[in-house]
């Protein structure tokens, strides 16, 4: 019995997570920094490392609405679009910041023969369990 349960629990996470990722493709996220802020009570700074592969991209997401966000660009050219922004491309060096309650639906390798990678820092209350929320388009 326990043993059905087990693998019944294992599917429904497979198939849950192939779900949640069928729009995101040659991404890699990792969480790189997390630290609260000692001076601002209730709030950390968090950073990500999102690499694309060639042509890799991200599904429309938005973030915790008490989520300001920099990103700069560190390899390569990175494609992205802010709530009804226009998509713009930033190359490495460059940079863009995301507001409380803003929606990203663009975010991708602006090659399809090149990698690229960003870092995302976020200034996030400490009590946020996730950074990124997919959003339909």
Known sequence: MIKTILCSAATVTILASGALAHDTIGENV???YDQPLPNVPGKSMRAVLVEYE??????AHTHPKSAFIYATVLEGAIRSKVND??????HAGQGFSEFPGDRHGVSENASATEPAKLLAVFVVDTDEKELTTPSGE
């Open 85 to 90: 922004g226009p998509v713009t491309t930033y």
């Open 30 to 32: 990792k969480l790189v």
């Open 54 to 59: 060639p042509g890799g991209t991200s599904s």
